[in-house]
């Protein structure tokens, strides 16, 4: 049975903002979180990027700012704490459309600009705020942001910010807001710290845990190339030929290895720019915007922004670079196929990278598919990768004859006691 968001009884002026957005059906984190938030209770969920978190926390807080009375001096009512100025920026975004047909007021305050628009917009009142941490403290300190009114607080990829070392500063501006709140926490994982920080903060919680390995469910055709490290950045341009990668997003290991693939791509009359932390954020809102509105072609960023950058209707995520971490493999893929559309994944691998292919597959429990027909292909890489699946293979069977063999000798064991 297909659920509606009209199921889950949000306001019609809502709904309206909705459809006008072409929303048509909630997502899965969003029909398990939405009601309980709705009701007033804390909410703990776990989903990956890419499905929807964004709208299962703040429908709910619109819905219920606009049934409450604000407070006379305009102070922030729900506070939205985010690890990255483009995730901050884009929350904003939705913030400010599921709410246009409400006097709901935002606002979103982050670094990398200057502070004088942001203290404007606070002294006019705000009653979502949305935040990165050290922007937010520093106003703080300024005497420019009070939170004694906070009645919601939400806390968005919160195992994001913990890596990015947010730690001490979200703990600073938690004990700031009362204790008498409604506590909303997402995070794409749940690593111990994490569990930890969320156990702190929620008092008992509805619980939501969307299957954090979603490619299997998302219309995402994924690939491996075996190309040699030096034949990467002219595969990609092979690759950009095809007419259907129309908004392509390529992940780089590093900030100075981005920079270089865009020099290349632009030297071949490619549109291509870079987004990463020694960017200004002037420049970073620039890029994303000109990516977003289709202006740019190519977009090279690397894992610091990923999950900042929620753009419809991205066609390919290229891995130039496979990621240290397999999970962020997920994150990276996540950026295509949104809002029910298909997309395409393709991982560059060289000989040095191999290990860190065998631990995405094993993550994500799947075999990437080895796109032969390319011209940069490797056979020798191709070759070593089907060896060490093969050696896997045979002593995953070794392992399971071993423990046959244990269990028949347990059994013999228990017959010739009984026997005797």
């Known amino acids: 049975m297909t659920v509606s968001f009209e199921s889950l009884s949000i306001d019609g002026r809502i709904l309206r903002a909705l459809t006008e957005e072409g929303y048509t059906h909630p997502t899965p984190v969003q029909q398990s979180a939405i009601p309980p938030a709705q009701e007033g209770r804390d909410v703990l969920a776990v989903a990956p990027t890419g499905t929807g978190k964004t709208a299962a926390f703040t429908i709910p807080i619109i819905q219920r700012l606009g049934a409450t009375r604000?407070?006379?001096?305009?102070?922030?009512?729900?506070?939205?704490?985010?690890?990255?100025?483009?995730?901050?920026?884009?929350?904003?975004?939705?913030?400010?459309?599921?709410?246009?047909?409400?006097?709901?007021?935002?606002?979103?305050?982050?670094?990398?600009?200057?502070?004088?628009?942001?203290?404007?917009?606070?002294?006019?009142?705000?009653?979502?705020?949305?935040?990165?941490?050290?922007?937010?403290?520093?106003?703080?300190?300024?005497?420019?942001?009070?939170?004694?009114?906070?009645?919601?607080?939400?806390?968005?990829?919160?195992?994001?910010?913990?890596?990015?070392?947010f730690l001490p500063d979200v703990k600073r501006i938690v004990a700031k807001v009362p204790a008498r709140r409604q506590t909303l926490f997402f995070s794409a994982t749940m690593p111990g710290a994490v569990s930890e920080l969320a156990n702190s903060l929620l008092q008992t919680p509805f619980k939501v845990e969307v299957e954090t390995k979603p490619t299997a469910q998302r219309r995402i055709e994924q690939r491996v190339l075996f190309v040699d490290q030096g034949n990467k950045t002219a595969l990609l341009g092979k690759l950009l030929d095809d007419p259907t990668a129309q908004s392509v997003l390529v992940f780089a290991r590093t900030k100075h290895r981005a920079d270089r693939i865009v020099k290349q791509l632009n030297r071949q009359r490619i549109g291509a720019a870079a987004i990463h932390s020694n960017k200004s954020q002037n420049a970073r809102q620039r890029t994303l915007q000109a990516f977003t509105q289709g202006d740019l072609e190519v977009l090279v960023a690397t894992d610091i922004v990923a999950r900042g950058i929620d753009v419809d209707g991205i066609t390919h995520v290229i891995n130039y670079d496979l990621p240290d971490d397999p999970e962020n493999h997920v994150h990276r893929i996540g950026r295509t196929a949104r809002a029910g559309a298909a997309g395409i994944a393709l991982s560059f691998c060289s000989m040095e990278e191999l290990d860190k292919l065998k631990q995405i597959e094993k993550f994500t429990g799947e075999k990437l598919e080895v796109a032969e027909m390319q011209p940069y292909h490797n056979a020798a890489i191709a070759e070593a990768h089907a060896r060490g699946s093969r050696g896997a293979a045979r002593q995953q069977q070794q392992q399971k004859r071993k423990g046959r063999g244990r269990s028949r000798s347990r059994h013999r064991g228990r017959r010739e006691l009984v026997s005797a």
Do not use: C, W
């Open 70 to 165: 604000g407070n006379p001096a305009h102070l922030p009512r729900a506070l939205i704490l985010t690890p990255t100025r483009e995730l901050a920026l884009q929350v904003d975004a939705s913030l400010r459309a599921y709410s246009r047909h409400m006097p709901v007021r935002t606002a979103v305050v982050l670094g990398g600009v200057g502070q004088g628009s942001q203290v404007k917009a606070l002294r006019r009142g705000v009653d979502v705020l949305v935040a990165t941490p050290g922007r937010l403290l520093d106003l703080m300190q300024q005497g420019h942001v009070r939170l004694d009114s906070v009645q919601f607080l939400v806390l968005d990829e919160a195992d994001r910010m913990l890596d990015m070392g």
